[in-house]
């Protein structure tokens, strides 16, 4: 972290909460626990991750996904049932509200991730949560691991009214936390949503790449040249 650092904003799922791990392992426990001899469980969970890549891989898509997560996973696994040849979406509906129910109660901070939020906060580094997703669920994560008290701004996509990449969340942050762009950083773990409109704004960007795969080859986004971040790190702790 730089002297000259006035404000740090973040990201939330995947760069302060780990919703990563354990995800796949979720997937394959909910298709045996509810499978009732109609199809094969390993087979049932390549098919909703077949449909889950398709259904996520579009970004109007994921927008309007992410507002509703519950019944995303419904329609994924609904989908996955019906390329399957299958019609009992009981069944499918019993397999996604398990997986979400599970995720919720899984759902922790990366090891270091609070210690480092705490850190920053007793150096005088003022701080905003930039999160994307639906208030209540958003709201719940913020309310469950008590990240509220780090945080001078906190902005949800379902409260705000619009998520990342819109650079009216950036610009409402630097407002509120009175920043200079030049002295301000954005962490997150999304080249296209994090990354791209921080660069934009002329923050400092630095990239959270969990999975240390390091950048994909055209920046994630086609646009090399602009999807750069300043600095990539492997978890928040790395800021110190």
Not at 65 to 90: P, Q
Request: hydrophobic share 40%; glycine share 8%.
């Amino acid at each position: 972290m730089s002297e000259h650092t006035s404000a740090i904003f973040f990201d939330m799922d995947g760069t302060i909460l780990d919703w990563r791990s354990g995800m796949e392992e979720t997937w394959r426990a909910m298709c045996e626990k509810h499978c009732d001899g109609t199809y094969d469980p390993a087979a049932m969970y390549e098919a909703i991750r077949s449909r889950r890549d398709w259904f996520w891989s579009d970004a109007e898509r994921g927008k309007r996904g992410r507002m509703d997560l519950n019944e995303t996973s419904r329609e994924i696994v609904r989908r996955a049932f019906a390329d399957s040849g299958l019609t009992d979406f009981d069944v499918a509906h019993s397999i996604a509200d398990g997986y979400r129910q599970e995720r919720m109660s899984l759902l922790a901070p990366y090891p270091g991730a609070i210690e480092t939020l705490a850190s920053l906060q007793s150096r005088g580094v003022r701080m905003a949560l930039l999160t994307n997703g639906e208030a209540a669920n958003q709201r719940r994560s913020v309310v469950r691991h008590d990240l509220e008290r780090f945080f001078d701004c906190i902005v949800i996509e379902g409260e705000f009214g619009v998520g990342k990449p819109d650079e009216r969340v950036f610009r409402h942050a630097l407002v509120a936390l009175s920043a200079d762009p030049a002295a301000t950083w954005m962490v997150g773990d999304s080249l296209e949503s994090d990354i791209a409109p921080a660069i934009a704004l002329g923050l400092h960007s630095v990239w959270v790449d969990d999975a240390g795969e390091g950048l994909p080859a055209d920046g994630g986004l086609g646009q090399a040249a602009r999807v750069r971040p300043h600095r990539i790190v492997r978890a928040i702790s790395e800021l110190l």
